[in-house]
Each structure stands twice: as structure tokens, then as C-alpha cells.
């Protein structure tokens, strides 16, 4: 079975851009969680969702937005990117939303902003 | 707040042997606690997940210990080889529907 994908796995956008990054999740997985993870730090939750419903968010600005799809994939987006969203993107999958679950990393995408 | 602090930052030694990472909690009321290994340029892959009853589980060479009292975990790997070089990063789940709180994870090199 495939694991967590994530797309693009690299991208360059300029400041002001907008970027919207993709995740699918397991197969059977319902919950997706948004992460970012900046050179040297842990990841920093940005948003959960589980049956399509936003179930968590993180301290970050109106900027960063997401959804989940019928399917159960997700999108993140951010709108007037800046410098400091430079980072690597992670999506995590798990089956259902409890914290006892584990959760299954993709690879991450990894953007730069100019 | 909630926090988790990893020691140390980074650590360097030879092939072939032993390491243990530290990881010092204050998350409440705890539910799990994860030891995650990130290669560089890759998401991290679970080794370990503990509740609260558990003080000790192994994946192959890597054993994790977890004492809830004094919320601290360590990790030990044993025969270190060359692949283990990787970032060890501790995480700990709250109970409730709450984020996840990573610590910002051990460097580890393993050098010939």
C-alpha cells in the first residue's frame, strides 16, 4: 500500500504569491494534520481535519488555510507568502482522530520563498 | 505551557556504539509518548509509542524508556550503524483532542 503523498515535493514562489500543497492520505485514513517544519526545529501543528471537519488549528495566521475532500485528501494553502514561510510542509495521516493513534508522515514538500 | 526538551542537541559517535537521547516532558494530562527518526530530507517515521503504563519498549536496536512520574523518556540505540544518522525527534500526545507538542529533536551522526 502507498504511504502518505505529499505534491510538489519542492517549490520556489516569490513573496506575495500564494501556494497550495497537496496531501493524500493512506488508504482507509480519515484524519489528516497539517505540519511545518523549519531548518532545525521540530514540526509545528497547523491544522487537523477528520470526516472533512476542521478538528484543530494551530497558532498561525488567517494566511494558512485548509481543506479536507470527500476522499479524504487535503489541501493547505498560503495566501501573501513570506519570507519566513520558508520551510518544509509535512502531512500526517492516521485512521481516526484519537491521540492514541499513530501517525504516518509524508515526505514533505519543501518551499522557498524569494 | 505545554513542552517537550530534547538532550542533547546533536551528538556525533563512532560505529558501532551505544547512544542514549533524553526527552523531558511538562504536557498534561499525558496520553503517549513517540520517539520519530528523520532522515534529512524525508518525514518522520514512528520508532516507538508508549501510554503511560508502558516504561520500556524496543523496535530492533532502539529501546525507549518512559518514566511518567518524573516525565522523562530516553532512547537508547544499541550497535549503531551508519543509517541511524538521522534527527530523533520526542513527541508527546495530551489527552483530549490536542496537537501533538514535538520537541525539536537530537542530531545524530554515526561516522566510521
Known amino acids: 500500500d502507498a504511504g502518505v503523498t505529499q505534491s510538489p515535493t519542492h517549490l520556489i514562489k516569490t513573496r506575495g504569491q500564494h501556494v497550495t500543497l497537496r496531501c493524500s492520505p493512506i488508504?482507509?485514513?480519515?484524519?489528516v494534520s497539517w505540519y511545518q517544519q523549519v531548518l532545525g526545529q521540530g514540526p509545528q501543528f497547523i491544522f487537523q481535519?477528520?470526516?472533512?471537519?476542521?478538528?484543530g488549528r494551530g497558532n498561525f495566521p488567517d494566511r494558512f488555510s485548509a481543506r479536507q475532500f470527500p476522499n479524504y485528501s487535503s489541501e493547505l494553502n498560503v495566501n501573501a507568502l513570506l519570507l519566513g514561510d520558508s520551510a518544509l510542509y509535512l502531512c500526517?495521516?492516521?485512521?481516526?482522530?484519537?491521540?492514541?493513534?499513530?501517525?504516518?508522515f509524508g515526505d514533505g514538500t519543501r518551499l522557498s520563498i524569494l | 505551557k505545554n513542552q517537550v526538551e530534547q538532550s542533547p542537541q546533536s551528538l556525533i559517535i563512532l560505529e558501532g556504539k551505544n547512544c542514549t537521547l533524553q526527552?523531558?516532558?511538562?504536557?498534561?494530562?499525558?496520553?503517549?509518548l513517540r520517539w520519530y527518526k528523520q532522515d534529512t530530507g524525508r518525514g518522520p517515521v514512528s520508532l516507538t509509542i508508549?501510554?503511560?503504563?508502558?516504561n520500556t519498549k524496543s523496535n530492533g536496536r532502539y529501546t525507549a524508556t518512559l518514566d511518567a512520574d518524573t516525565k522523562q523518556s530516553s532512547l537508547h540505540i544499541t550497535a549503531s550503524q551508519l543509517s541511524d544518522s538521522a534527527s530523533y525527534i520526542c513527541?508527546?500526545?495530551?489527552?483530549?483532542?490536542?496537537?501533538?507538542?514535538f520537541g525539536k529533536g537530537t542530531r545524530l551522526s554515526v561516522i566510521a
Open positions: 526527552c523531558n516532558y511538562t504536557v498534561s494530562p499525558f496520553s503517549n
Open positions: 500526517a495521516s492516521s485512521f481516526r482522530d484519537s491521540p492514541n493513534q499513530p501517525q504516518h
Open positions: 513527541v508527546v500526545s495530551a489527552r483530549g483532542n490536542t496537537p501533538l507538542v
Open positions: 488508504s482507509g485514513h480519515k484524519s
Open positions: 481535519y477528520y470526516e472533512k471537519e476542521e478538528r
Open positions: 508508549m501510554t503511560f503504563s508502558e
